[in-house]
Every structure is written in C-alpha cells, then in structure tokens.
C-alpha cells in the first residue's frame, strides 16, 4: 500500500535522490544550491508542499505543488512536479500521488487540480484517465533575451 505524507527535514536525502533523478530524467540540470532553496521553500510554510510517497517504508515517489488564487474561479493548486521511481511504476504510486494532492488542495480551499506535462511523456496514459487535457490551450513560456 502507498503511504504519503509531508515532507519533513529527515527526507532530505531521499527527496533529493528522487528529484535529481526527475531533472537527469528530463535533462535538466541545478546546481546544490539550487537544490538547498528548493528543499528549504518546500518546507518553509508557504503555499507551496512537498509530499512524499512511500512503499514498504521506502521513498519512491515526490510531488511539489502550490495554491495560488486565481481571478475568475476558486483557487487553485498547480503540481510542478511528480516523479515516481521508475522500478516501481504502474504500481499505483503516481494515481494515489494525483489523489493525494487533489484532497489536500480541496481541503485548504483550492479545488482546482492542474499540471502540465510533455507531448510524449509516457506519463500522458495515466494523466488521461484521472484529467482532461484543454483542447485548443497551448502552454507558452516568455523566452528571456540576454542583453
């Protein structure tokens, strides 16, 4: 059975295992430092949560995720990151992961669950049976010039 709870300071280094494989997966690369602000905003507080999941008492799968307002609808929680190990995959860890934060953005008042993914992501299989993608919406990120 998949247990999940909050991150605490003592999953400091499982939690980073995991998340350097989810940006070596998606070959992205962070410096310590980057990985030291990160792990202290997960656990600072704010409206942004790190959550871990855990099989037999072993870490093998994280989400970050943050409540934000939103003009026109009820708040909402966008899932930044979801990574589950992969020699546990299609065991059900990243569907109770999606549960998971869907109860706990609904239980601090922020009922509107998104995220986004690659085109190709294997992933897109499950995303699929417990989302729904928007058709006709294009994800656009602003492309900084250096000067």
Known sequence: MVRISL???NDRAEWEALIRAKEAH???EHSDEDYDRAWGRLLDGAPRRGIAARLDGKM???AHYLFHDSIWYSGKCYLVDL???PG???RGVATTIIHWVAADAVEHGFPALYWN???DAEARALYDKVG???DGF???NYRRTTA
Request: no cysteine; proline share 0%; charged share 30%.
């Open 7 to 9: 991150l605490t300071e």
């Open 26 to 28: 998606f070959d992205t």
């Open 60 to 62: 093998v799968g994280i």
């Open 83 to 85: 990574f589950v190990d």
């Open 88 to 90: 546990v995959r299609r």
């Open 117 to 119: 993914t690659l085109e």
């Open 132 to 134: 729904r993608q928007l």
């Open 138 to 140: 294009v994800y656009y």
